[in-house]
């Protein structure tokens, strides 16, 4: 199941310039999802970069990979300075975790030292929550904010991939709750013990999901993002 844009939807981000952190994970397929909504998709991997951008997007991949990198290629303080000055950032799966305020379970290199993150929401993730990548599933999900997609019928659930994806267990003042997997709809219940769990929260203009609608063809979550960043959702 797939949601393509509309013709309207297909030029709404248009004039936008959007960037993708590409240091690792499927920066490529963010890319493409933005030029689809008619946006200049832009791979950053310098802080200069980011001089030029409206948006940007942190993608699924490795979180503690992602993290040593911009460190390594010095973008993680100037990303950091601009989400406090506004800039709106989407992060999806490892991206999610890389906004997060606070990781529940947080890697730890040689020396001890737990993996950072840009922080800017004020959620607290849990890595691999939904398991291995054995236990990987997709399910559909009721997701807010996406009103400007209503048909005769509604707005169409979100078809969400999970894979290897982090939940939400806190969320602090002002952070809106888009969208949570219930415990009958995910293929491995046993893991969720009977309780709702998180996947897409909004704060301003930050968003964030544990899935990857960029690899089911559901276009709306982008779109989404994109009318944050004009002021229009």
């Known amino acids: 199941m797939t949601n393509p844009l509309s013709d309207a939807s297909s030029r709404v981000g248009t004039g936008l310039r ?73 992060g999806s799966c490892a991206g999610m975790i890389l906004l997060a305020k606070e990781i529940a379970d947080p890697a730890t290199d040689l020396k001890g030292n737990p993996q950072q993150t840009f922080g800017g929401l004020d959620i607290t993730v849990r890595r691999n929550a939904f398991g291995r990548q054995r236990e990987s599933f997709e399910t559909d999900l009721d997701f807010k904010g996406l009103d400007f997609s209503a048909g005769q019928d509604g707005v169409d659930p979100v078809h969400a991939v999970f894979i290897r994806g982090p939940w939400v267990e806190r969320v602090g003042e002002g952070v809106e709750v888009l969208a949570q997997v219930d415990p009958d709809h995910a293929s491995h219940t046993s893991a969720l013990h009977g309780v709702a769990r998180i996947v897409a929260v909004r704060s301003g203009r930050l968003l964030a999901t544990s899935f990857h609608p960029e690899v089911t063809g559901e276009k709306r979550v982008h779109e989404l993002f994109i009318r944050m960043i004009r002021g229009e959702a």
């Open 18 to 90: 959007i960037g993708v952190l590409a240091l690792q994970g499927d920066f490529r397929e963010h890319i493409h999802a933005v030029e689809s909504a008619g946006a200049t998709g832009v791979g950053i991997r310098r802080p200069s970069e980011l001089d030029d951008i409206d948006g940007l997007i942190i993608p699924g991949g490795e979180s503690t990979t992602i993290d040593k990198l911009s460190r390594i290629f010095e973008v993680r303080e100037p990303i950091q300075q601009r989400i406090a000055e506004g800039l709106p950032v989407y």
